[in-house]
């Protein structure tokens, strides 16, 4: 396993678990699954529903709670200091935790929806996520799905510099410019969707990319992105794919495949744009 060293010293496997979707007992299992086959890395947030499920999964699995690394995220509808706060303590008792890794602000405030008071809304939750790791139950702090005008806002009145961006990021749709404008800023950037929501599996480039190294296209696809120095956190529910999302270590893209592969059509973008929430624009 490789790590990323963050800007507050912290350390992030480069490859973790994610959990949208993985609830109940399925998900128990799932996660319970990615544990044991060497996942250190687990994200989830409270949106998902399943922090119960991360929590109880990690407390059966018999390893230390030190070697595992927990991401949950503050939704969007909580944002403010005092709602950021509250929201924390539902989210450590739902996973029966005592601190959490990495926390993040799932979805900024953005005009639409927040009006002339958007980026007031984005640094009363930051400050109240400060002062989470000030106390130190928060390890690492960072954000989900900002672009650069919710960055440049955000970093006026910040007094720690976010660790993480977790973006949609995926052959097809990665947001160059972002990613270097967090590289700039010392953000490291973190790769939700790596699959493009299954897109890729249809793709010629990729699977001649990956008959090339004898992988498959998800292998392919999560190789690419840590190549470009992103965390990725795949989501499976099966024991096969979990443990063959975690054998992207022995093989390496050449310069020209990661080309091919940067330059690929738009496929598998969400529609999920931050300054158009709660709507989608396809």
Not at 16 to 27: I, L, Q, R, V
Not at 68 to 79: D, Q
Not at 268 to 276: A, C, K, M
Request: aromatic residues 10%.
């Amino acid at each position: 396993m490789e790590y990323i060293e963050l800007n507050d010293g912290s350390h992030l496997p480069i490859l973790g678990f994610g959990t949208y979707k993985a609830t109940a007992a399925e998900g128990l299992s799932s996660i319970s699954a990615a544990l044991h086959n060497g996942y250190r890395l687990i994200d989830t947030a409270a949106k998902y529903g399943n922090e119960a499920e991360v929590g109880k999964a990690i407390r059966e699995s018999d390893i230390p709670r030190e070697e595992i690394l927990v991401t949950t995220k503050l939704w969007r509808e909580n944002l403010g200091y005092e709602n950021t706060l509250a929201a924390f303590e539902q989210s450590l008792n739902k996973l029966g935790l005592t601190y959490i890794d990495l926390y993040l602000i799932h979805w900024p405030a953005n005009e639409k929806n927040y009006g002339k008071y958007w980026q007031q809304a984005n640094a009363a939750a930051w400050r109240a996520m400060e002062t989470l790791q000030a106390e130190g139950r928060v390890r690492s702090i960072g954000l989900s799905n900002f672009w650069q005008e919710h960055l440049d806002a955000l970093l006026q009145t910040a007094q720690v510099i976010p660790a993480v961006n977790q973006i949609e990021f995926h052959p097809g749709y990665w947001q160059p410019d972002l990613v270097n404008y967090c590289r700039d800023k010392g953000i490291a950037v973190q790769s939700w969707s790596p699959l493009a929501r299954g897109s890729v599996f249809g793709n010629e480039v990729l699977r001649k990319i990956a008959e090339h190294h004898d992988k498959n296209i998800a292998q392919v696809c999560l190789r690419w992105a840590i190549q470009h120095k992103a965390i990725v956190i795949p989501k499976s529910s099966t024991q096969e794919r979990i443990q063959e999302n975690m054998k992207v270590f022995d093989f390496e893209l050449s310069a020209d495949e990661m080309t091919l592969i940067d330059r690929l059509p738009a496929m598998g973008f969400s529609g999920e744009l931050p300054n158009e929430w709660p709507d989608k624009v396809l």
